[in-house]
């Protein structure tokens, strides 16, 4: 499983993969500057016509819907389905999921529609995705996860079976699951939560471990070992957030591949 | 009233509200993090239908026009009206009020429907808003202030009295009134004027505040001295504006609220 | 030519043109903090109601197709439109022609009804917009060049001559044009290939020079040697592409003109 880490850090930087995002304004430039520190080429476009002929020359996709509204939603849909025809891998982060009733059903429907191959999202997030399987806590702090991610296990692995994807699930230590195989990973910093942007990243970072992975499970595990070393890397030398996130951006661009496979870990291990 | 402002910067830390903000995509990241150093959670999101949900959970709401159109002027009455039917304090920033007659009339609008708590401009726009107060000088440099904050204290007691507000007018020293009584914050950097988005950020930090403080003029002025403070202490290391940010966003991490109250001073003192 | 280069960066400090953008989202933020390093203010606004409220009090004007849709590309021609009336100049930045024939047809419907005083882009982009002079080589990394921009060289000359306009073509080497007279930027280092926005705040910075300069084909050169000589200097001190930007930005702000003037060079010297 480490070698299929490795490779996949390394593959990201050998092809470059070019990832089109449909996210949130806020995060917009902090996810295409961290795509393009990790080795990743970033695009960001929107207008239904155009989306075709980009899904054609993208490597994948990454649908966000932070801030969705309804031609936003309209417009995820269709590049879902372009990336389906021209069989690029699709990731959804359904930010916010349990905040609105709009985010819990829009996120649902892209779900069904799109059949991403790895959903990421934080604890509170995907507990609410399924409330089946696990009665979702109150969402109390916007896009924050008040939930430890085992917590939402019995749901990640509910919608993993159910929509035969991957679940990524982000916090102290992420946890993430095909259904069958559980992954850990270790790592990472409280402050990359004063930081904005940082979930958001780690899902386009997916997307683009998903282009060149042997599988969306290495893929998702990849990426947020990345994510995790170049937060140890750059915790070391930050004063706060501010001084964080140029140091996180710079451990990214000089990450060796072994230092992110260092942190993912079996799930029984 | 420095007792009170303590207050309002160490509850800001140990509440973290969630502050909701229809802002422009200019600053939506930076007002994110500043939100984040300063111990708050952001939320932005403008689809009419999750208003109300939205505002349910927040703590505070911030409408700044920044980048306005027609869809988004009526997200931010219905925010407002949300925010009003949920008891959230609302903060208006009347981003280039002056520069075109749309900005001008749509931040009175708001005024006068959402009763917005705390109304936060630079000088020029303070003006704009009572030309009957003061012959609003000629805007010249768009969101750029070319008046000194106290240039607009007619207009601002006559909006304070008007709407019922509080008006915070940022310059080289903020000045901020109820209407009846007047504090002042001196501190920070002319380097402020040189990063996008201080402005907006100190809206933001308004509201979060406001969810927080005793009363409206508290939080106002205890928003404008964490964003002095922290200047305060990023201008002394900073080599220009790009290494400013950073070190702005770790002051603003670590500073003590003693640092913030002593930047407030009575307007008589 | 040297002195006007020299005359060009000096006048953007001292007359501080107000710079108004129809940008993308991604780049929004760190387009706004170049123009204000740099001496210049930014403005964004795409309400079709205000714009002309705005041009009238802009100097310059820079339509970027980064994160097109129907909307904005309609307020790019009323924005347009209302710089030709106010005799305002107009930078047009064709962000990934190309990749979609919606991008391609924009590029050239605005080219043909703005007339935008400089067209800049990369050398794909470029080509893409002057297929009768070059074939356009396949598309594959979004917004990313994978040309030299010398082999823009033909398509840039029949696009001055035709809608007389200067071409300034970004790459490792900048290739600049008004179909008679042809500059060189020499400078600059790979480090701004992996930072979102370093194209796009080039655009920016040369409508702000185009307020000020003696010519277009100066201000296109003087921005691109801003460009070239502030990356030069924070490329001596980055440890990667997020310490890189804060650097830039510094170098920026205390930039001699002379270090610019320095990175221009005849085509034929």
Redo the contacts between chains.
């Keep these: 499983m480490r070698d299929a880490i490795l490779n996949a850090v390394s593959d990201l930087r050998a092809r470059?993969p070019?990832v089109?995002s449909l996210t949130?304004?806020?995060?917009?430039?902090?996810t295409?500057?961290v795509l393009?520190?990790a080795g990743a080429?970033?695009?960001?476009?929107?207008?239904p016509?155009?989306l075709d002929?980009?899904l054609a020359?993208?490597s994948a996709l990454v649908l966000n819907i932070?801030?969705?509204?309804?031609n936003w939603i309209a417009s995820m849909e269709k590049a879902g389905e372009a990336a389906n025809r021209h069989g690029k891998p699709v990731v959804l982060d359904p930010v916010?999921a349990g905040?609105?009733?709009?985010?819990t059903e829009t996120s649902l429907r892209l779900l069904e529609r799109v059949r991403p191959k790895v959903l990421r999202g934080n604890a509170s997030e995907i507990m609410a995705l399924a409330p089946e399987a696990a009665a979702a806590r109150g969402?109390?702090?916007?896009?924050?996860s008040t939930n430890a991610s085992f917590e939402a296990a019995p749901a990640a692995l509910f919608l993993a079976k159910k929509y035969g994807c991957v679940v990524s699930v982000s916090g102290a230590e992420d946890w993430i699951t095909d259904g069958r195989t559980t992954l850990l990973v270790k790592g990472g910093t409280p402050l990359m939560?004063?930081?904005?942007?940082m979930g958001c990243s780690s899902t386009a970072l997916t997307a683009a471990c998903a282009a060149v992975a042997c599988s969306p499970l290495i893929a998702a595990a990849a990426a947020m070992a990345m994510m995790a070393a170049a937060s140890n890397r750059a915790a070391a030398t930050?004063?706060?957030?501010?001084?964080f996130?140029?140091?996180?951006?710079?451990?990214?661009?000089?990450l060796k591949p072994a230092e992110a496979a260092a942190c993912v870990h079996p799930a029984d291990e």
Tied chains: 1, 2, 3.
């Design positions: 470059s070019l089109h949130n304004y806020v995060v917009m430039e902090v295409a500057n393009l520190a080429s970033p695009l960001m476009a929107h207008e016509e155009e002929d980009l020359i993208a932070g801030t969705l509204d309804k916010g905040a609105s009733r709009l985010r969402f109390s702090k916007g896009v924050d939560t004063r930081v904005t942007g930050a004063g706060g957030p501010g001084s996130l140029p140091a996180f951006l710079d451990a990214l661009f000089t």
